[in-house]
């Protein structure tokens, strides 16, 4: 008999950080969801008509989107469009995802992820939203790293 076999040497806290790419892990999917994003993007995009291709065009959240409440939707789409011009972008945010929402999601379960996930996007979304449609520059805002940064904390 180990030590690691005695009763009260085990823990429920310990947190399970080996990398595992199963069907449960919200990370995982969230990962694939946004990869799917970035390639349909690429492959269908026809960036030629914008700048970002016409899939971001369509998620992205624009500096006039305040103005628009029927637009309100992509206070949450825009988190999972990313620059088409530059891969560092979605590798960056989907690697620190990785990382610092295995953890998170070990914590408080697939479920309360999601939803800690998700609200950090929308908060970081209606913030973006109101700073940008209430000052005078115009900008395009799309990519996770807003919802990274919060689950991160």
């Excluded at 697939?110 to 913030?127: D, H, P």
């Amino acid at each position: 008999m180990g030590y690691q076999d005695r009763g009260y040497y085990q823990s429920d806290q310990d947190l399970d950080l080996r990398p595992g790419w199963n069907q449960q892990s919200a990370v995982a999917q969230l990962i694939i969801l946004n990869v799917i994003v970035f390639v349909v993007n690429l492959l269908f995009g026809n960036p030629s008509l914008t700048n970002q291709g016409s899939v971001n065009e369509a998620l992205a959240l624009g500096s006039d989107t305040l103005w628009k409440p029927w637009l309100w939707f992509k206070t949450i789409t825009y988190a999972f469009a990313h620059s088409s011009t530059n891969i560092g972008h979605i590798f960056f945010n989907m690697l620190s995802l990785y990382f610092m929402g295995r953890s998170v999601e070990s914590r408080y379960g697939r479920t309360e992820f999601l939803k800690i996930y998700l609200l950090a996007a929308l908060f970081c979304g209606v913030g973006s939203m109101i700073f940008r449609g209430l000052g005078s520059d115009a900008a395009t805002v799309l990519g996770a790293s807003g919802a990274v940064l919060c689950i991160s904390m």
